[in-house]
């Protein structure tokens, strides 16, 4: 069965730092499209990061673009998202989520995705 779970999220100060991680489990990582989104209270679930094929070429958003970097490790089959400089509008529930599928520069559409872990409440507050 395949799963992905997240964790990592919590309450961090503004400037603040904090990692999330994706775990799959029932398939490889490495051989679909992955993607880091969010939704805040109100507001449609967006994309953050995301890597679209085989080549690793990895999309950021403008608002993550110098603050988040999308890291993998093939061999925990795990994803991360490295989130610096946080900021109060980062606030919202992160997802990650898995595509069977090349997504190229359409990785960053939550419309793309097949699979989807429970996410992890990051809350950016002083």
């Known amino acids: 069965q395949l799963q992905l779970v997240e964790s990592g999220g919590g309450l961090v100060q503004p400037g603040g730092s904090l990692r999330l991680s994706c775990a799959a489990s029932?398939?490889?990582?490495?051989?679909?499209?992955i993607g880091w989104f969010r939704q805040a209270p109100g507001k449609e679930r967006e994309g953050v990061s995301c890597i679209g094929d085989r080549f690793d070429i990895t999309y950021y958003a403008d608002s993550a673009k110098g603050r988040f970097t999308f890291l993998r490790d093939n061999a925990k089959n795990t994803v991360y998202l490295q989130m610096n400089s946080l900021k109060p509008e980062d606030t919202a529930v992160y997802y990650c989520a898995a595509a069977a599928r090349t997504l190229s520069g359409q990785c960053l559409v939550p419309d793309r995705y097949d699979y989807w872990g429970q996410g992890t409440q990051v809350t950016v507050s002083s």
């Open positions: 029932g398939f490889t990582l490495d051989a679909y499209a």
